[in-house]
């Protein structure tokens, strides 16, 4: 039986096509997942391991601690170790020009242990010299011979111990930990002036003698530390391979999260193809009901006829599997070598573990035989002298069909119970675990419901003629059959409408959570001398003047006005601002309705609560009552004539926001000229209608340049939700293109299934050919049953799919913010069309196949 298997493969190779691509995808998917995480480790294992490329072994302080002082010294006079090197870092403002940049100062170690490479100049080695790596000089315009300083956290061009002299340039380092920092090469004295004048050891690499047994001497360190320590508990030795295993482990926090979530899509990938493998040996176990009763008559077991199933099975599962497991490596190789062209991806290094192949190959021989169980199992049933015979469909009236129609209705109760739970409490565990089960309660009942569902739409294909009359018929002639091919693509539909449904239900929901938190479109703060709120002076110079008529000069500003701060209120928050406008500019630039700024009234954010507030004014005390709108982020505003009435800003105003006693003398009396220009104006902003992503980005962009303030002070629900649409549609884009995998294997098995079919019934096609049957309508009822099949399948998806999104949705944000369910019809009509298409085009084949063969030489065949 062996034998008479792997003649079956050899010789009907094409037939066993759609199950080694399914599997091989499937495990392409699955061990391409397993070796990102792998890749990832050996990845930052091969950055931060540089840092310890010359060190032998490595002490540490607990969770990351600084070294007392001695422990250098103390390791240095431990025999058998040659040099000991205390690595000492501080982070620090260092200014070039005329600008300002976060930088990583470490200190110089001995030659033996020193990783950096001077690439250009020369090696810093006096207290006045440092080095910096080559990226962040061609950035920052900086050659050998130029001078840097330390800056001083103003932006000022204060130095340490005068100005430092590049010498040199060194290759950036791949230390994470170093990521968006200049990195500069400074003496040990130049970094503990940074640290407070006393050395910070971060950690202590010891370079041991040529002949030294490193076990040995770990040892001995360990022993030299003792326990005279009394600053230094929990000291640890390790060896540089083992201490950057440990590094790696804190940078992932033990945990490989993104392998969990690619892991949640292999899951989905291999069940797809399981349901396609599953369909396919159904497929040919029922065409050779002749062939196993032949068998059977002459002297075969039902154990053998089953074993000879699972055999075919073993191996197309093996070398699909292997050809996935090699895919994969292909894949896997190709991202890696497009890693290494980026900056970010210099370091990257392909990781292929054992774990990745045998679990690959593995799974995929356990999957196919599981999904061929079923039909060898029904090849045992196949009697003596039997007739060739399509498989009964499940009735709800027989034993297998009772009990699978009671899961599956118990499995769709219990889990839409707690995907409403979930929606209902806002709780995502509860609606994930409801949505799995209750999916599973739907596949299960997928037979009581798919056949029916394409007989229907099928009867709108009968006004086709003749090949669409047939095609309806055809398509639900074998119910099993018919259902495992449209749940194989209802999975990936599904699962691919409820991300879609999900992403424009989260983006409505944000846009409305936006709409009110915010009044206007843009707000852009203007630094005074001061900070924005109670502080100490920033010191960072304010820009030249800005006026409404400077930003109304920026494309898609529709309206600009001005906010001047011209009194203080003292609220349970403390002094906060009240800014001065005029009312009629201010309602062209708000966007909410039922709001307006009128005198005599404070125009309130709706955290303040209060009826009336007291304001601070250059009269006296005044009370006004308070109008609260619904926006979170708003400015207290008065009229002008308001502020006017109430005397201006007070004297004592610039002491009280800076929260010094009154009369210290600190801060002087200031008019409301200075006050507003140290407090610096708040431009509120009205953005033309219609305006997309990229020209809002593109009017920020205008603004700073225009201004001269940074990004960060021009915000707003417009700039919010352009990242919030930005984050989603990237996030969208991801787990679509996981997802395309399974809807994938699934075409495959609508192409497959078409292809057994044509095999199938090559005496009835040949027959309808004979009756005058022309090859346009055998091509076209092949073409109709294809698409009835992917249609129904993505219609029936879609709507789940919608179902699914809004609950999850409401699970998810419900604690945010409300949820309204929004449903993208443009995107889920492209899912409908993609999948007819595809159904169209897998019919192609099956169809050339069906339409080439002879009339006589199909009614010859056996």
Not at 129 to 137: C, F, H, I, R, T
Not at 740 to 763: D, H, K, M, Y
Not at 776 to 788: N, S
């Amino acid at each position: 039986m062996l034998q008479l298997a792997l003649a079956q493969v050899r010789v009907h190779a094409r037939r066993f096509v759609a199950v080694g691509l399914a599997v091989m995808l499937g495990v392409a998917f699955l061990s391409a997942t397993l070796m990102v995480g792998a890749t990832t480790n050996a990845s930052l294992g091969r950055s931060i391991g540089a840092a310890y490329a010359k060190a032998d072994l490595v002490v540490t302080g607990e969770d990351g601690a600084d070294l007392p002082a001695g422990v250098v010294d103390r390791l240095a006079a431990v025999p058998g170790v040659d040099t000991a090197h205390g690595l000492e870092r501080a982070y620090s403002p260092l200014a070039t020009g005329s600008r300002t940049s976060l930088a990583a100062f470490t200190a110089t170690a001995p030659a033996g242990l020193e990783t950096a490479e001077v690439t250009r100049g020369s090696y810093p080695r006096s207290p006045g010299e440092v080095a910096l790596d080559e990226e962040s000089a061609t950035r920052l315009g900086v050659a050998p011979g130029d001078t840097v300083a330390v800056g001083d956290g103003t932006g000022t061009a204060a130095t340490l111990g005068g100005a430092l002299t590049v010498t040199g340039l060194t290759r950036p380092s791949a230390d994470p930990t170093l990521s968006g920092s200049v990195q500069v090469l400074a003496s040990a004295q130049v970094v503990r002036e940074l640290t407070g004048g006393e050395p910070a050891v971060r950690n202590v690499q010891l370079a041991l003698a040529p002949d030294a047994d490193t076990g040995a001497l770990a040892s001995a360190v360990a022993a030299a530390l003792g326990s005279d320590l009394p600053d230094s508990p929990g000291l640890t030795v390790r060896t540089a391979a083992e201490q950057t295993l440990a590094d790696v482990a804190q940078l992932s926090n033990g945990n490989d999260a993104l392998t969990g979530i690619l892991l949640a899509f292999a899951a989905v990938a291999v069940l797809v193809a399981g349901l396609v493998i599953s369909n396919t040996f159904s497929v040919l176990v029922a065409q050779r009901t002749r062939e196993l009763a032949l068998l059977r008559c002459i002297g075969a077991e039902r154990r053998q006829i089953r074993a000879a199933v699972l055999v075919e099975a073993a191996v197309v599962g093996l070398a699909g599997a292997l050809l996935g497991v090699l895919l994969a490596v292909g894949v896997m190789a190709a991202l890696v070598g497009l890693a290494r062209g980026t900056d970010f991806g210099s370091f990257a290094v392909l990781a292929v573990p054992p774990s990745a192949v045998v679990t690959g190959v593995a799974v995929g021989v356990l999957m196919t035989l599981l999904a061929a169980l079923v039909p060898a199992r029904a090849a045992t049933r196949v009697a003596p002298l039997a007739a060739l015979r399509p498989a009964d469909p499940v009735r709800a009236t027989g034993r297998s069909g009772r009990v699978r129609l009671g899961l599956g209705v118990a499995a769709l109760l219990l889990g839409v119970a707690l995907l409403l739970a979930g929606a209902y409490a806002a709780a995502i565990g509860p609606a994930v675990l409801g949505g799995a089960v209750s999916f599973l309660g739907v596949v299960l009942l997928a037979p009581f419901f798919i056949p029916a569902s394409v007989a229907a739409v099928g009867r709108l294909a009968r006004p086709l003629g003749v090949p669409g009359t047939l095609a309806s018929v055809n398509a639900v002639r074998n119910p099993a059959r018919t259902t495992a091919s449209s749940a194989a693509l209802l999975v990936g539909v599904t699962l691919v409408t409820m991300m879609m449904v999900g992403a424009q239900t989260a983006r409505t929901s944000f846009d409305r959570e936006l709409d009110g938190n915010y009044a206007v479109d843009l707000e852009v703060r203007v630094p005074g001398s001061l900070p924005a709120t109670p502080g100490p002076a920033s010191g960072v110079p304010a820009p030249s003047r800005i006026d409404a008529a400077t930003l109304l000069q920026v494309d898609g500003v529709q309206t600009a006005v001005e906010l001047t701060p011209v009194l203080l209120t003292s609220t349970e928050d403390g002094a906060q601002l009240v800014y001065a406008a005029d009312a009629d500019e201010v309602a062209g630039v708000l966007r909410a309705e039922g709001v307006r700024l009128e005198d005599g009234l404070v125009l309130a954010p709706q955290t303040w609560e209060q009826a009336d507030v007291t304001l601070e004014g250059g009269n006296g005390p005044a009370t006004l009552p308070v109008t609260a709108t619904d926006a979170a982020f708003f400015q207290p505003l008065i009229t002008r004539a308001t502020a006017d009435r109430l005397g201006g800003t007070p004297p004592e105003a610039l002491g009280t926001y800076l929260g010094e006693p009154a009369g210290d003398g600190a801060s002087p009396p200031a008019d409301a000229a200075a006050f507003a220009a140290a407090v610096g104006p708040t431009f509120w902003l009205r953005l033309a209608d219609g305006l997309d992503a990229e020209g809002i980005t593109e009017v920020q962009a205008q603004i700073v340049a225009a201004t001269g303030v940074t990004e960060y002070s021009v915000t707003g629900p417009a700039i919010e939700r352009v990242a919030y649409h930005e984050i989603i549609d990237v996030m969208l884009l991801i787990v679509t293109a996981l997802l395309a995998v399974a809807v994938l294997i699934a075409l495959i098995g609508v192409a497959n299934t078409l292809s057994l079919s044509v095999l199938e019934r090559r005496r009835e096609n040949s027959l309808l050919r004979a009756l005058g049957l022309t090859r346009g309508q055998l091509r076209g009822m092949l073409a109709v049953e294809a698409v009835l099949l992917a249609g129904v399948a993505a219609l029936l998806g879609s709507g789940l799919g919608i179902l699914y999104g809004w609950l999850g949705a409401q699970s998810a944000l419900g604690g945010i913010t409300p949820v309204s369910p929004a449903v993208p019809v443009d995107q889920i009509g492209a899912v409908l069309l993609v999948a007819l298409t595809a159904g169209l085009l897998a019919s192609v084949l099956p169809a050339r196949r069906a339409a080439r063969l002879s009339p006589v030489a199909g009614l010859a065949a056996d």
